[in-house]
């Protein structure tokens, strides 16, 4: 069975938190603005393709996300994109 990854992201152009193949995943957003709450969060695919959606700066994605490149997308309240985070899954 695969491992649990913890990802911490910060907005930094460049860098890409990476991890190996896993089968869920626990996000921290680390840089969020002070206004704008209450957030919600996104995770897709390198084609934009949704994969899960939920509340709050922080959560556990229990899918399994194999080889690629993903983003999680943060939302204002009013549904305003506010962030854009990167992450790679590689063996």
């Known amino acids: 069975m695969a491992p649990v990854a913890s ?5 930094l152009r460049g860098e890409m938190a990476t ?3 896993t089968r869920e995943i626990d996000i921290t957003v680390t840089d969020a603005p002070r206004e704008g709450g ?3 969060l996104e995770v897709v ?13 922080a959560a556990q994605v229990k899918r399994s996300f194999s080889n690629g490149v993903y983003f999680v997308r943060l939302y204002t309240a ?3 994109l ?5 992450f790679a899954v590689k063996k």
């Open 38 to 40: 209450p957030f919600r």
């Open 82 to 86: 506010s962030r854009e985070y990167g």
């Open 7 to 11: 990802l911490q992201l910060t907005a």
């Open 78 to 80: 009013d549904g305003n």
């Open 45 to 57: 695919d390198g084609s934009g393709k949704q994969l899960w959606s939920g509340n709050g700066l």
């Open 19 to 21: 991890v190996a193949p």
